[in-house]
T-cell receptor
Framework: KQEVTQIPAALSVPEGENLVLNCSFTDSAIYNLQWFRQDPGKGLTSLLLIQSSQREQTSGRLNASLDKSSGRSTLYIAASQPGDSATYLCAVHQGGSEKLVFGKGTKLTVNP | KAGVTQTPRYLIKTRGQQVTLSCSPISGHRSVSWYQQTPGQGLQFLFEYFSETQRNKGNFPGRFSGRQFSNSRSEMNVSTLELGDSALYLC?????????????FGQGTRLTVV
């Protein structure tokens, strides 16, 4: 059974700092991995999708990496801003269905 | 291009009642999946539909059911509501049943059972 873990559960940083969020998964037989952002009481906003054959994806100040063999992904946020404050979730797309398996998320607070 | 639309945004129901939630996927998307989000369990998969067929179902009791219409809109129904069904219900759409496509989520329906 696939399990996804995100560490840390919460992170507080000063504005302007670069930071890394971690995601690990137990079964390396994935099709892709997706990072999402969730603001309080809202839905999920897709940030980056990494296919299993890819090593990394970049979008603006965000860079996500994937090491499928070790079951790890990282989300790097450069020059953090207060507007980046949210919960960040990673999810792996397990083979055989449309099912996404989610981690519990990392709650990020960027202080002005 | 409109995103995934879920209605209603908020619902308050009484134990024992039933409820129907609606999800309209992104135009052209044929795959719809539903998830339940609670503080304790996080996001859990309910079921997925593609071309009006349920392809996969999560580990939820039979009180949870769904369907998909020919226009790809989907509904989920919860009968005999329990307090523990209080949650944010999210639906996601994909462009096809292709396994490499990005999932897009709606804003969710916040269900409170009292």
């Amino acid at each position: 059974k696939q399990e996804v873990t995100q560490i840390p559960a919460a992170l507080s940083v000063p504005e302007g700092e670069n930071l890394v969020l971690n995601c690990s998964f137990t079964d390396s037989a994935i099709y892709n991995l997706q990072w999402f952002r969730q603001d309080p009481g809202k839905g999920l906003t897709s940030l980056l999708l990494i296919q299993s054959s890819q090593r990394e994806q970049t979008s603006g100040r965000l860079n996500a990496s994937l090491d499928k063999s070790s079951g790890r992904s990282t989300l790097y946020i450069a020059a953090s801003q207060p507007g980046d404050s949210a919960t960040y979730l990673c999810a792996v797309h397990q083979g055989g269905s449309e099912k996404l398996v989610f981690g519990k998320g990392t709650k990020l607070t960027v202080n002005p | 291009k409109a995103g995934v639309t879920q209605t209603p945004r908020y619902l308050i129901k009484t134990r024992g009642q039933q409820v129907t939630l609606s999800c309209s996927p992104i135009s052209g998307h044929r795959s719809v999946s539903w998830y339940q989000q609670t503080p304790g369990q996080g996001l859990q998969f309910l079921f997925e539909y593609f071309s009006e067929t349920q392809r996969n179902k999560g580990n939820f009791p039979g009180r949870f059911s769904g369907r998909q219409f020919s226009n790809s809109r989907s509904e989920m129904n919860v009968s005999t509501l329990e307090l523990g069904d209080s949650a944010l219900y999210l639906c996601a759409s994909r462009s096809s049943q292709g396994l490499n496509t990005e999932a897009f989520f709606g804003q969710g329906t916040r269900l409170t059972v009292v």
